[in-house]
């Protein structure tokens, strides 16, 4: 089983729209035995008192595409930890500076299983940062992308689990 952890800012926008569009993508291929998701911030700022719940924008898109599996109104926003590093096998990152705050919460061993989203996108989108729809206002470009590095994950975890 391939161990995936998305990370964003806060965890309550790009992060968990990962988790669960990969989680809903493994559930239509038939490979959500072959992976376990979750996501996690690289602050505190939202994951104070048992952490804030996925923020309406974001979980309204979600469900906007059908995406709608139990967990999305139970999610709570939680922090990155350095114990994370033995426990996920990839952490994937929505922009630059979540890379480079993983990397210093994560430390060296993590390293190499520290990517971005869409390091799995093709096309133009491969090697850009996830926009960040809490500044942009827009969760529909911010799901896009998502979506876009996610079939390139869901085919790397399809590869590498069988």
């Not at 911030?41 to 979980?59: C, K, L, N, V």
């Not at 469900?63 to 426990?87: E, V, W, Y």
């Amino acid at each position: 089983m391939i161990r995936i952890l998305f990370i964003c800012h806060g965890n309550i926008c790009r992060s968990p729209m990962g988790e669960f569009i990969l989680k809903d993508m493994a559930r239509r291929d038939g490979f959500e035995d072959r992976v376990y998701v979750a996501s996690a911030a690289t602050t505190d700022d939202e994951t104070a008192f048992g952490g804030s719940h996925i923020y309406p924008p974001a979980r309204r898109t979600l469900l906007s595409h059908g995406i709608s599996q139990s967990g999305i109104d139970d999610k709570r926003a939680r922090k990155l930890l350095r114990s994370d590093a033995d426990k996920y096998d990839l952490f994937i990152c929505m922009d630059s500076e979540n890379v480079w705050d993983a990397r210093s919460i994560l430390g060296k061993t993590a390293e190499s299983k520290i990517k971005r989203c869409l390091d799995f996108a093709e096309g133009e989108r491969h090697g850009r940062d996830v926009s960040d729809p809490w500044y942009t206002r827009d969760f529909e470009a911010a799901y896009s992308d998502i979506c876009a590095g996610c079939e390139g994950i869901a085919e790397y975890v399809k590869k590498e689990s069988k």
